[in-house]
């Protein structure tokens, strides 16, 4: 969310709208966080423009996010993305939009994605990545119940546009893949600079790892890493393990940093067809509030799989 480090920093005052008003009408705002995810390895394009195309053939993907059930305001994202390989050799196209909402706010962004790939081996492929986006900003204002009105909170921001672009590189073989990206390299201002309070998109950076080890011929296992780092947040640590039986059925469990534990769970209805879900819980003290159910999620990805044969990475990544 743009206006905080909205994922762990609430354990001390449960009313997301109040401490909104407080912290906007106080200070300048200047590290932005990009949506989160838990299932990050299902949702790479994303944040890494790289990925654009890498699975062989046409996917698209939409996930749901709804964070700290039972919260008033709290977030919730919605993502809808679809990229395929193109006719000429190693050139990859996708399209993106992520919607994110918290409290009184609303962003959405358009995300286009180019890549292009180099064969490294006969296995191994390194791609790079450009990722142009278009922002808009919503902040309604008179939905927060002002104790003490503020002058500068008064005026709602209505389709706020700013423009953005990224960068990223990705590599990956049968059973190892790589990223480092910045989805948006641009520090935009989301207020008037002659405004009181300022609300800073900063760079986030992304490192995003992970292996599928074939333990027998019905089970694989993978193991994930996805860091994220930006300036005035705390470094994130996103540690997954996944297990797949008979390219079927998926379970596996997640660690954030100081954060929360989630559980996942996923199922190949058909070869093609993939449904996943998760659910994360607090580990600080806002996993113990009364108010908090947790956080779910769920993922539906199709493949557009012509034949097995034009599958060029695993399904599991």
Avoid: C
């Avoid at 009313?15 to 200070?27: R, T, W």
């Avoid at 142009?132 to 008064?154: G, K, M, V, Y």
């Avoid at 947040?233 to 534990?261: C, H, T």
């Amino acid at each position: 969310m743009a206006f905080l480090e909205r994922h762990k920093h609430f354990d001390k005052l449960p009313f997301l709208k109040i401490l909104f008003m407080v912290l906007v009408a106080s200070a300048p705002l200047y590290a932005q966080q990009d949506a989160q995810y838990t299932q990050y390895m299902y949702n790479t394009v994303s944040v890494n423009p790289g990925y654009a195309g890498s699975r062989g053939h046409m996917s698209i993907a939409a996930l749901h996010r709804s964070q700290w059930v039972g919260l008033d305001g709290a977030p919730t994202t919605q993502t809808l993305n679809l990229h395929s390989p193109i006719g000429y050799r190693g050139v990859g196209l996708g399209f993106s939009i992520v919607n994110d909402k918290i409290g009184p706010t609303s962003e959405t962004n358009f995300d286009i994605d180019f890549s292009y790939t180099l064969y490294t081996s006969s296995e191994g492929r390194l791609s790079f990545g450009l990722k142009a986006s278009a922002h808009l900003l919503d902040i309604r204002f008179s939905e927060l119940n002002q104790f003490a009105p503020d002058i500068t909170l008064q005026n709602d921001v209505d389709n706020r546009f700013s423009p953005n672009f990224g960068a990223g590189v990705y590599y990956h073989n049968e059973h190892f893949y790589a990223g480092l990206s910045v989805p948006r390299f641009l520090q935009t201002s989301h207020f008037d600079e002659s405004s009181l309070s300022t609300a800073r998109e900063r760079m986030n950076f992304y490192f995003i790892t992970g292996y599928v080890w074939d333990v027998t011929p019905l089970l694989k296992f993978k193991p994930t890493l996805l860091t994220k780092l930006v300036q005035g947040a705390p470094l994130q640590v996103d540690l997954s393990a996944n297990f797949m039986l008979n390219e079927k059925f998926i379970v596996g469990a997640a660690y954030r940093w100081d954060a929360a534990v989630s559980g996942m769970i996923g199922f190949n209805i058909t070869e093609g067809f993939l449904i996943g879900m998760a659910y994360d819980r607090e580990t600080t003290e806002l996993g113990s509030a009364a108010f908090n159910d947790g956080s779910f999620e769920v993922i539906l990805r199709y493949d557009f799989i012509k034949t097995k044969g034009q599958l060029k990475s695993p399904r599991f990544f």
